[in-house]
């Protein structure tokens, strides 16, 4: 049964309820993430989560995956380290990093690993957050495939078997990332990376995703992305996927006035436009990032070296077309 299709990052409050509801009864749902489409059940419910295994066709005693609204709730279920090391590992959310950390005792028995471990994130994505807050309890997620099949990023990529065995289900109108979480184990010597991001989905199905980065993500980098997306959708439909984010941007703010009412000059729409800071599943799931000035260029290298081959200044790419230019200023200031 599809509950509801939505637009990316919506989050409307009928459906957050519509879901709390269902998981308090027990059901288990397959819904968007911000990497793939999971299968979820709340934590508590030892019949939902064994119905997840069953699902997929794994062991019954495998460990799963938990996801948390904040950093409080993940205080609740597992140690987390001290100092500079707890920053680093609280740093990487809300984004696609799984972290294993020593479980408390409140984890039930099915949830832990062989180590009394737990694997837990708080995910980049506004409806699962919500939904946890409102379900006061942890949300048990695994990606919907069939053990050994490619996790889905689109609706059409869902296997008919999966969806036969859930109670409900919520799409996205467009591809999901598509790539799993990163999972990282913390030990007193430093992180222990276990898995790292991959692609699943063959190159020649994969579209180019295109990061545009400025300060606030309410003028300058929303309009590039407005004007980018309609640019590449006439060149090559469905062949490339654009955001935009803010390196001091709050979530969730509007499009300045003036940004609205300049592209509704060109035939473009930031009706529905809502800024988002960037993270590191941002800048994971970029295949290019463009940053609106040097300072841009700058931040990014310095938070996110890991990722600095694909940042480009965006008056400078390519080089040779745009010689001499050195950012795109902030035009309200």
Request: negative net charge; aromatic residues 4%.
């Amino acid at each position: 049964m599809v509950i509801a299709t939505l637009k990316r990052h919506d989050a409307p409050a009928w459906l957050v309820r519509e879901l709390v509801k269902r998981l308090e009864r027990g059901e288990v749902l397959l819904l968007p993430t911000d990497t793939v489409y999971g299968l979820h059940a709340s934590a508590r419910n030892r019949t939902a989560v064994q119905r997840i295994r069953r699902i997929k066709g794994i062991e019954a005693d495998r460990p799963l995956t938990v996801l948390a609204g904040t950093a409080v709730d993940i205080g609740r279920w597992v140690v987390l380290p001290e100092g500079q090391d707890r920053r680093l590992v609280v740093g990487s959310w809300p984004g696609a990093v799984t972290w294993v950390l020593p479980a408390r005792e409140e984890v039930p028995e099915s949830l832990r690993g062989p180590d009394d471990t737990l694997g837990i994130r708080i995910p980049d994505h506004a409806l699962l957050r919500m939904v946890c807050a409102g379900l006061d309890d942890l949300i048990v997620s695994s990606s919907a495939n069939l053990h050994g099949e490619p996790p889905p990023a689109t609706e059409e990529e869902v296997d008919q078997r999966i969806l036969a065995e859930v109670d409900g289900a919520v799409f996205e109108e467009t591809p999901l990332p598509g790539k799993p979480s990163e999972v990282k184990r913390w030990t007193p010597a430093g992180p222990d990376v276990l898995r790292t991001r991959i692609s699943t989905s063959p190159p020649k199905d994969h579209p180019v995703h295109i990061l545009i980065v400025c300060s606030g993500n309410t003028c300058r980098s929303p309009m590039a992305e407005a004007a980018l997306r309609e640019h590449l959708n006439k060149l090559a439909p469905g062949r490339f996927l654009v955001r935009s984010a803010g390196t001091l941007a709050q979530r969730g703010m509007h499009a300045t006035l003036q940004a609205v009412e300049a592209m509704r000059e060109h035939g473009l729409d930031l009706g529905e436009h809502r800024s988002r800071p960037v993270t590191e599943s941002l800048m994971e799931w970029a295949d290019i990032v463009l940053a609106m000035t040097t300072d841009h260029l700058g931040e990014l290298h310095e938070l996110y070296p890991q990722h600095s081959e694909k940042v480009y200044l965006l008056s400078a790419y390519p080089e040779e077309q745009f010689e001499g230019r050195f950012g795109v200023e902030d035009p309200i200031g």
